[in-house]
T-cell receptor, first 112, second 113 residues
C-alpha cells in the first residue's frame, strides 16, 4: 500500500526556474493539501483541494499554483522560483480536513 | 482565524519518565478536531493521537494520552514511560470544518538515556 507518494525528495533550482512537485495518493481520499515547513514556523497550508476540479488557497498561496484533475493526483507548481521558496514541502491526503492526514515523505527544495 | 500555539520550542525527558507537551489553540468553531503529530529525523509525519472536540473523554493511545480542556482551549500531550524512539519534533494541529488545517510551531523532544 503506497499511501501518499511525493516526488522528488530533493531539488535545487535557480531563481526564476519553474518546476512541479508531484503528489499521488492511492487511498481514494477527497481532501489533499500542500504545506511548507520552515524552521520555527511549523507547517503552513499553501493550497488544498476537496475533490477533483476543486482547489482553494491556504495561508501562504503566493507563488504557487495547483490543479486537481483526478482524485489521485495533486501537483504543486512553482512558476518562477524565488529564494524565499526554499523550504521543505509536504503533500497530505485525508478523507476530510478534520480526519487523520497521511503525509508524503517531503521534498527539500533549495532555490539559489 | 484559527491559531495553534506551542510555547515550548524544546523539551527533554529522562528515559522511562513522563513528559507533557503543551498546546493551546483558538477557534470560533464548535466542531473541530485536534491532533498531535510526530516528526522524527526521517522527516515523516506520523499521527500520534486525535481528539474530537465534541467528546469530553480524553483520547489515549498506549503510552500517549491527552488532557483536553475545551473551555481553556488547551490540548496537552502526555508521554508516559518515555523511550529513545520518542525523540522527535511534535506538532499540535487543529482541523476545522472550513477545510483548513492549522499547525503549531512544534516542540523538539529529546530523550536522555
Amino acid at each position: 500500500n503506497a499511501g501518499v507518494t511525493q516526488t522528488p525528495k530533493f531539488q535545487v533550482l535557480k531563481t526564476g526556474q519553474s518546476m512541479t512537485l508531484q503528489c499521488a495518493q492511492d487511498m481514494n481520499h477527497e481532501y489533499m493539501s500542500w504545506y511548507r515547513q520552515d524552521p520555527g514556523m511549523g507547517l503552513r497550508l499553501i493550497h488544498y483541494s476537496v475533490g477533483a476540479g476543486i482547489t482553494d488557497q491556504g495561508e501562504v498561496p503566493n507563488g504557487y499554483n495547483v490543479s486537481r484533475s483526478t482524485t489521485e493526483d495533486f501537483p504543486l507548481r512553482l512558476l518562477s522560483a524565488a529564494p524565499s521558496q526554499t523550504s521543505v514541502y509536504f503533500c497530505a491526503s485525508s478523507t476530510s480536513s478534520n480526519t487523520e492526514a497521511f503525509f508524503g515523505q517531503g521534498t527539500r527544495l533549495t532555490v539559489v | 482565524a484559527q491559531t495553534v500555539t506551542q510555547s515550548q520550542p524544546e523539551m527533554s525527558v529522562q528515559e522511562a519518565e513522563t513528559v507533557t507537551l503543551s498546546c493551546t489553540y483558538d477557534t470560533s468553531e464548535s466542531d473541530y478536531y485536534l491532533f498531535w503529530y510526530k516528526q522524527p529525523p526521517s522527516r515523516q509525519m506520523i499521527l500520534v493521537i486525535r481528539q474530537e472536540a465534541y467528546k469530553q473523554q480524553n483520547a489515549t493511545e498506549n503510552r500517549f494520552s491527552v488532557n483536553f480542556q475545551k473551555a481553556a482551549k488547551s490540548f496537552s500531550l502526555k508521554i508516559s514511560d518515555s523511550q529513545l524512539g520518542d525523540a522527535a519534533m511534535y506538532f499540535c494541529a487543529l482541523g476545522d470544518t472550513g477545510n483548513q488545517f492549522y499547525f503549531g510551531t512544534g516542540t523538539s523532544l529529546t530523550v536522555i538515556p
